[in-house]
C-alpha cells in the first residue's frame, strides 16, 4: 500500500477544559497507523491553556476516524511549525478517535497509551426546547455498560434562563440515575462561562459505574428554560466483567 493510499484523519479538534487564565499556544497534529504503515501528518489545530496541564486542566483532541486505520499518533508542540517525527512528543491513542492530553511526556521511543475514553454532549435550550422534564440531546455520545466514569465537567456557554424557577439535573438516559452527574441546580447557579467539576478525579467516591449503556441527558424541573447552552464532557475507561 502506497503513503497515497493511506488516507489523512480529517476533522482535527482541540478543546480546553479547565481553569481560566492560560496564555500558552498549543498546537495538534494528528496521524493514521495502518497495517502498512504511518499516514500523512494533518493538522496543526491551536489551543489556548495554562502553563502546565493536568488531570484538572486538560485538553479533548479529537477527529473523524480514517478508513482502514488501526491506531492513531497524536503530536504535541508549542511551536506551529511542522513536528519533527523522531523528536517531538508523542501520543499514541489507540483505534479510538479521542485524546485527553493532561501534560504527561513521552518520546516516541517511549509512546504513552490513552486506555480512557471522552463523552460528551451539547444542548442549547433556546433552539431545542426546554420543557420540564428529561431531555436527550441528539448528538450525545452513548456511554457503554461497566464504564466507569472518573470525571467529568460540565461548561454553561449561555447563561439559563427561565420565566420561573427552574432547575437542571444531568445525569444519563440508562445506567445511572438522571442526577448522577449533576443534581437539580437552580438556573441562578448557571450563568455564562460557569464551569463546574462535579466528578473530580481525586474523590474515587464520586466515580459512577454504569449498569447499562446509555447517552447523558439533561432533566429540567419546576419550569421551562426559555434560554441556554450547557456542554458536558465526562471521562471514562471500561471495565470487563
Request: charge should be neutral.
Given at each position: 500500500?502506497?503513503t497515497?493510499?493511506r ?18 499556544a ?46 492513531y ?15 517531538t ?14 501534560g ?104 459512577i ?11 429540567v ?21
Amino acid at each position: 500500500m502506497s503513503t497515497q493510499a493511506r488516507p489523512s484523519a480529517t476533522g482535527l479538534t482541540a478543546r480546553y477544559f479547565g481553569d481560566a487564565g492560560g496564555t500558552t499556544a498549543r498546537y495538534y497534529w494528528i496521524q493514521g497507523v495502518y497495517d502498512t504503515g504511518a499516514g500523512p501528518l494533518a493538522g496543526p489545530v491551536s489551543v489556548t491553556t495554562p502553563a502546565a496541564l493536568s488531570n484538572r486542566n486538560l485538553v479533548q483532541v479529537g477527529w473523524k476516524p480514517a478508513p482502514g486505520a488501526i491506531g492513531y499518533k497524536v503530536y504535541t508542540s508549542l511551536a506551529s511549525t511542522t513536528p519533527s517525527l523522531q523528536a517531538t512528543l508523542e501520543y499514541r491513542a489507540g483505534a479510538e478517535i479521542v485524546f485527553a492530553d493532561i501534560g504527561i511526556a513521552v518520546g516516541t521511543e517511549n509512546v504513552g497509551y490513552s486506555a480512557n475514553y471522552i463523552a460528551k454532549a451539547i444542548y442549547n435550550f433556546a433552539v431545542d426546547g426546554g420543557g420540564i422534564g428529561a431531555i436527550t440531546p441528539q448528538d450525545s455520545d452513548t456511554i457503554p455498560a461497566n464504564a466507569v466514569i472518573i470525571r467529568g465537567q460540565i461548561y454553561v456557554q449561555t447563561a439559563v434562563t427561565s420565566a420561573g424557577s427552574a432547575t437542571v439535573s444531568i445525569g444519563t438516559t440508562a445506567g445511572s440515575s438522571a442526577a448522577s452527574i449533576l443534581a437539580a441546580t437552580a438556573k441562578a447557579s448557571l450563568t455564562v462561562a460557569t464551569l463546574l467539576d462535579p466528578i473530580p478525579l481525586s474523590s474515587a467516591a464520586t466515580a459512577i459505574k454504569m449498569s447499562a449503556a446509555g447517552q447523558i441527558n439533561f432533566t429540567v424541573g419546576t419550569a421551562a428554560l426559555t434560554a441556554g447552552v450547557i456542554e458536558v464532557m465526562l471521562e471514562y475507561y471500561l471495565v470487563n466483567l
